[in-house]
């Protein structure tokens, strides 16, 4: 599985934090979920945080979905 890439954050002096992928928006968070992604961010891989917070992530069924037949054109 491919490792995820492309994502960056910033954090802002008002402690929000807005996260993109591929310089586009991915969300921006505020508070206490700020914080809490701060911390993580810090203790694991960024990229995979990133991720796992955007929602942006390979869930394993691409395959399956893309195969479907209201999928194929």
Known sequence: MARPH???YVTHADGTVRITHHGRPATTLHGGRAEQFLAEVASGDPQLVMA?????????NER????????RG
């Open 52 to 60: 796992r917070w955007t929602g942006n992530y390979k869930r394993g």
């Open 6 to 8: 492309g994502f960056l």
């Open 64 to 71: 399956t979905a893309r195969d479907h037949p209201r999928n």
